[in-house]
């Protein structure tokens, strides 16, 4: 059973991210503006590990979803 907090933070944490909320929105200021038909897994600005990740979660619809969907979101607008 997978105990882990599914917060951005926690998020950054696994991908292996520098996780202060400074260090978070300075991410998402750098990386703001992705276009639509990219999808997030296939940004340029992830490691192939990290990619990996976040493909594997969003194929398998998996816990990590809905935090995954909130970067998303806040990498387009």
């Known amino acids: 059973m997978d105990l882990t907090e599914h917060t951005l933070r926690a998020l950054f ?9 400074a260090a978070i929105d300075g991410f998402i200021a750098e990386h703001r ?3 639509e038909d990219i999808r997030l897994a296939d940004a340029p600005f ?8 976040l493909r594997e979660e969003f194929e398998e619809d998996a816990e990590w979803i ?5 970067l998303n979101v806040r990498l387009r607008t």
């Open 46 to 53: 992830w490691t192939k590990a990290q990619a990996q990740f």
């Open 33 to 35: 503006g992705l276009s």
């Open 66 to 70: 809905e935090v995954i969907d909130q």
């Open 13 to 21: 944490e696994q991908l292996g991210l520098p996780s202060s909320i």
